[in-house]
């Protein structure tokens, strides 16, 4: 069996106003996974992640970051993994980009050569070599976000947690990311888990998700979940648009043999020409 490099077991969290954020909630990410928390807004999407990465006390559970219980004292086990908010201004904060990417090597104690090392390679991976002298707060949204990852890459994550990665950002800047989250996981081997009520974009950057409101919904992989709209709505989510699409042929003309439905447009295309090849052999 893969190693698991996250397991969830039974967590609840309340909050201190006594809002029950969480319920019950397990889960489990096995090393080199690409995998998606999806929910809608105020699901507990992003209290999750902060319980996974030791940032907040579950109220009721447990985390354990390969086989190692989370706590406040595990810094090696919290250094494993990197976890990249929502707002990348929560992350960026020093006067130049390469100081920012650099913090967290510098104060582990690397050697000057190795913190070099790291934040050329960080900067690199996101495409912002060149940009290390740039003022964070004058870099675009979409270089700011992949800034962010940089900060977290530079420390070395065996596991990349992003927190709706598509916030804010224009269609170019969601390609970029694309791209990026893919040659991490192919180079790195990199485990992903990544939070969002992004439904076109998930399809893109996973293979499998955890539907969260509250509590879990539903699990497994992306084409069978989605193969199931009442579940999706239910949860407060919509189909990705190519689904919706499909979801409405199957309706209008009473068919039943696109199935699963296509998740993205290169899947969409396939199933077209494939419907159009087996009516011309009709």
Known sequence: ????????????????????????VSIKVFFGERVAILGPNGAGKST????????????????????????ENSYK???????????????????????????GPLNIGLSEDEVVKRGKEALKSVGLDGYEE???????????????????????????????PTANLDPKSKKELVKIIDNLHKSQKITLVIATHDVDFIPLVADRAYILNKRIMAEGNLEDLFSNPDMIRKAGLELPNITRLFELIEESMNLNSIKPFPLTVEQALYEIKRCFKNNLQA
């Not at 069996?1 to 019950?24: F, H, Q, R, T």
């Not at 999750?48 to 706590?71: A, D, N, Q, T, W």
């Not at 964070?136 to 992949?146: T, Y």
């Open 1 to 24: 069996m893969a190693d698991i490099a996250i397991e969830v077991k039974d967590l609840d969290y309340v909050y201190p106003d006594g809002c029950l954020a969480l319920n019950s």
């Open 48 to 71: 999750l992640l902060m319980l996974i990465s030791g940032l907040l006390k579950p109220s009721k559970g447990s985390v354990h970051i390969f086989g190692m219980p989370i706590s």
């Open 77 to 103: 086990i919290r250094s494993s993994l990197g976890i990249v908010f929502q707002d990348p201004d929560d992350q960026l904060f020093c006067p130049t980009l390469w100081e920012d990417v650099t913090f």
């Open 134 to 164: 740039r003022a964070p707060h004058h870099l675009s949204a979409g270089e700011k976000k992949r800034a962010a990852i940089a900060t977290v890459l530079a420390m070395n994550p065996k596991i990349l947690i992003l927190d709706e």
